[in-house]
T-cell receptor, first 115, second 111 residues
Framework: SQTIHQWPATLVQPVGSPLSLECTVE??????LYWYRQAAGRGLQLLFY??????ISSEVPQNLSASRPQDRQFILSSKKLLLSDSGFYLC??????????????FGEGSRLTVL | LAKTTQPISMDSYEGQEVNITCSHN???????ITWYQQFPSQGPRFIIQ???TKVTNEVASLFIPADRKSSTLSLPRVSLSDTAVYYC????????????FGQGTELSVKP
């Protein structure tokens, strides 16, 4: 069966420090991968998605970046965090071969607090 | 991409049936409709999915009219544990790509 892992679960970082959140998927190949952010009391904002290795689409201008060095690995990064980067970050994957109906499978989430 | 519109919040009492409607006026022929439930500090989880007419599973029903411009999630007899945010999502079958959530509906179930 497929599983998705995301870490770290909780992170407290000072303004201006770097960030790296990692997500890996097991049990599937060539998934679409997604990074969402959820600010306190708000909805899910799509940050990045990837349809293949090295292919990253950015949805919102920001100081964050994403990379997909391997088929089932998705990394969210920042060189210098802002206060506004605080939030709950969710990684998700989607089947892309036969049977894809758009269902997303989410990781456990990473809560980032920037002080 | 079909944009979705839902009520921001709804209140209900235990044991009642709750219906949450989502509008997606520009849904495309190949779009599927999926509903998710999200509890605080957790990722959304799949509830139900459909293309047209009615779909029922062990937790909910999904009603989709013939024109598919809206859909209604029906929770038969809610309990306190159904308090959550519910999202509808419209996505194209077998094409991958971006998936954008609407603002969701915050359901509060009271005793």
């Amino acid at each position: 069966s497929q599983t998705i892992h995301q870490w770290p679960a909780t992170l407290v970082q000072p303004v201006g420090s770097p960030l790296s959140l990692e997500c890996t998927v097991e049990g599937t190949s060539n998934p679409n991968l997604y990074w969402y952010r959820q600010a306190a009391g708000r909805g899910l904002q799509l940050l990045f998605y990837s349809v293949g290795i090295g292919q990253i689409s950015s949805e919102v201008p920001q100081n964050l970046s994403a990379s997909r060095p391997q088929d089932r690995q998705f990394i969210l990064s920042s060189k210098k965090l802002l206060l506004s980067d605080s939030g709950f970050y969710l990684c998700a994957w989607r089947i892309t071969s036969g049977g894809d109906t758009g269902e997303l499978f989410f990781g456990e989430g990473s809560r980032l607090t920037v002080l | 991409l079909a944009k979705t519109t839902q009520p921001i919040s709804m209140d209900s009492y235990e044991g009642q049936e709750v219906n949450i409607t989502c509008s997606h006026n520009n849904i495309a022929t190949n779009d599927y409709i999926t509903w998710y439930q999200q509890f605080p500090s957790q990722g959304p989880r799949f509830i139900i999915q459909g293309y047209k007419t009615k779909v029922t599973n062990e937790v909910a029903s999904l009603f989709i009219p013939a024109d598919r411009k809206s859909s209604t999630l029906s929770l038969p007899r809610v309990s306190l544990s159904d308090t959550a945010v519910y999202y509808c999502l419209v996505a194209v079958y077998n094409q991958g790509g971006k998936l954008i959530f609407g603002q969701g509906t915050e359901l509060s179930v009271k005793p």
